[in-house]
């Protein structure tokens, strides 16, 4: 283990360059089979998921467009057009709330909990199988303790 002063502004040295790689390359690979198992049973991709999941644990089961995006991964023009179709499917409702109406809560419905809670059932069952039984506990532990000093 290095007792070197982390890294300021400077160039990354080999293993810092290494570390980089080897987490695009897992990330990559680790969602692209969970969004192969989402394909395999019928479910919609990643993002919906995570969209009703902010949805589902938000106060009231609604947020504001830009809090749906700093929550999530998406971009603001890919959240508008994944938004409209989760309305067209009956997942979300858009409510106004601004007396001229241009505020709008975008709020899960229960036909949206139920798919969250389905595709749950597929996503736990991913995680565990590319992640979970590659790691022993206490590696994960660790892992996840490493990645939370980046976000």
């Known amino acids: 283990m290095s007792l070197k002063a982390p890294h300021t502004g400077q160039a990354p040295d080999a293993e810092v360059t290494q570390a980089w790689i080897n987490l695009m390359r897992a990330q990559q690979r680790v969602l ?30 609604r947020l504001r467009p830009f ?5 999530t991964l998406l971009a603001q023009y890919n959240l508008s057009r994944l938004l409209d179709r989760l309305e067209k499917d009956g997942l979300v409702e858009r409510v106004t709330f601004d007396e001229d109406g241009r505020g709008r809560w975008v709020v899960i419905t229960e036909k949206g909990r139920g798919l969250r809670e389905a595709m749950w059932e597929v996503y736990g069952r991913s995680i565990a199988r590319h992640l979970g039984a590659k790691l022993p506990d206490t590696d994960a532990a660790q892992l996840a303790g490493l990645l939370s000093r980046l976000t």
Do not use: Q, S
């Not at 999941?53 to 106060?59: G, I, T």
């Not at 809090?67 to 929550?71: F, H, M, N, S, V």
């Open 32 to 61: 692209t089979a969970i969004e192969r198992d989402f394909k395999d049973a019928g479910m919609p991709p990643l993002g919906w998921y995570d969209v009703l999941w902010e949805l589902a644990r938000a106060k009231d089961g």
């Open 67 to 71: 809090e749906i995006e700093e929550r």
